[in-house]
């Protein structure tokens, strides 16, 4: 019985890793169907024919991460608000000339910036855990291997985090490129591997 909470704790974290390299993934192949380009931004997806992709695979990711327990109080509260922040994002679309907009039928503007909020939330927290609370324990056999990979992961993601700040300032330089496209998704994919090597998906103990 033992063996099969472990089995299933682990499969929990494999799958929340799994949602943030599908998310970019899916909602790019999506938009191919459709003869869509690649959007600014992954969030501008919402206003595609991957909308319902972007919008499923976050509110999956908010509900995996509000579900799992880590083993002390900071663990938990880090996941519960990387999981509300998932949520957030989905509820409250990106900027688009469309007034009132999401669930709460809220003006652009408001429901653009509490998206915001939001995405900056998510991803400051999920690089709080893979590098200060994934590492914790003592490192020994293939331990240290994956605190490596949490700290490269943890860092990648707060990096990203910077360079989407000066993007934001030097945004007319770089328009027309879909640079935060694939900065958010190289975020993802930390933010992924992170998280399947928490599930031991990669360096399994022996």
Same mark, same amino acid.
């Given at each position: &019985?033992?063996?099969?909470?472990?089995?299933?704790?682990?499969?929990?974290? *494999? =799958?929340?890793?799994?949602?943030?390299? %599908?998310?970019?993934?899916?909602?790019?192949?999506?938009?191919?169907?459709?003869? =869509?380009?690649?959007?600014?931004?992954?969030?501008?997806?919402? $206003? =595609? #024919?991957?909308?319902?992709?972007?919008?499923?695979?976050?509110?999956?990711?908010?509900?995996?991460?509000?579900?799992?327990? @880590?083993?002390?109080?900071?663990? #938990?509260?880090? /996941?519960?608000?990387?999981?509300?922040?998932?949520?957030?994002?989905? !509820?409250?679309?990106?900027?688009?000339?469309?007034?009132? +907009?999401?669930?709460?039928? %809220?003006?652009?503007?408001?429901? @653009? /910036?509490?998206?915001?909020?939001?995405?900056?939330?998510?991803?400051?927290?999920?690089?709080?855990?893979?590098?200060?609370?994934? /590492?914790?324990?003592?490192?020994?056999?293939?331990?240290?291997?994956?605190? %490596?990979?949490?700290? !490269?992961?943890?860092?990648? &993601?707060? @990096?990203? !985090?910077?360079?989407?700040?000066? %993007?934001?300032?030097?945004?007319? +330089?770089?328009? @027309?490129? #879909?640079? =935060?496209?694939?900065?958010?998704?190289?975020?993802?994919?930390?933010?992924?591997?992170? $998280?399947?090597? *928490?599930?031991?998906?990669?360096?399994?103990?022996?």
């Amino acid at each position: &019985m033992v063996n099969r909470l472990v089995m299933s704790y682990m499969g929990l974290r *494999k =799958t929340i890793g799994a949602t943030g390299i %599908l998310l970019f993934l899916l909602v790019a192949i999506g938009g191919m169907f459709s003869g =869509t380009p690649i959007q600014d931004s992954i969030s501008a997806y919402y $206003w =595609t #024919n991957s909308g319902d992709v972007l919008v499923g695979v976050l509110f999956m990711a908010g509900a995996f991460l509000l579900t799992y327990k @880590g083993y002390d109080l900071m663990d #938990n509260v880090l /996941t519960i608000s990387a999981g509300t922040s998932a949520i957030g994002i989905a !509820i409250f679309p990106c900027f688009n000339a469309v007034s009132p +907009v999401g669930y709460f039928q %809220l003006s652009e503007k408001v429901t @653009g /910036t509490l998206h915001f909020i939001f995405a900056v939330l998510f991803f400051v927290t999920l690089s709080i855990m893979s590098y200060f609370q994934f /590492t914790k324990g003592e490192e020994k056999g293939r331990k240290k291997k994956r605190n %490596l990979i949490y700290r !490269i992961c943890g860092l990648v &993601m707060f @990096g990203m !985090i910077v360079v989407l700040a000066v %993007l934001h300032i030097v945004d007319a +330089v770089f328009s @027309g490129y #879909n640079v =935060t496209y694939y900065v958010e998704a190289v975020m993802l994919g930390a933010f992924g591997v992170s $998280w399947l090597t *928490k599930g031991q998906a990669i360096l399994k103990d022996k």
